[in-house]
């Protein structure tokens, strides 16, 4: 499945919802709970990947490029090949002094 901005995907194994912020620069496979998303639904959360998302917060994986938004939590942990998203920060903004 092609990732676009925009595209919502929702997880096989739990609640978590996502929406494409940043499409990744090649083909990867975006994992939830250590299912890929978008698949049919059932099956269990892995143990390895059961961090969970959080609402509203943004995930990247820097090598790949792609950024994604949670729209909606759950129990799985985002991943792309088996290695976990990291959550993104917020920017710093210029002080006001």
Known sequence: MKLTPGLRLKSAVCDTEVVIVRPPK?????????????????GAVSSDHAGGTLLGKRYEHAPAGLEVLCVKPGAGSLSVGGVELTLKGAKQLPSSD
């Open 26 to 42: 090649e083909p990867v496979t975006l994992e939830c709970g250590g299912a890929p998303m978008g698949g049919e639904a059932g």
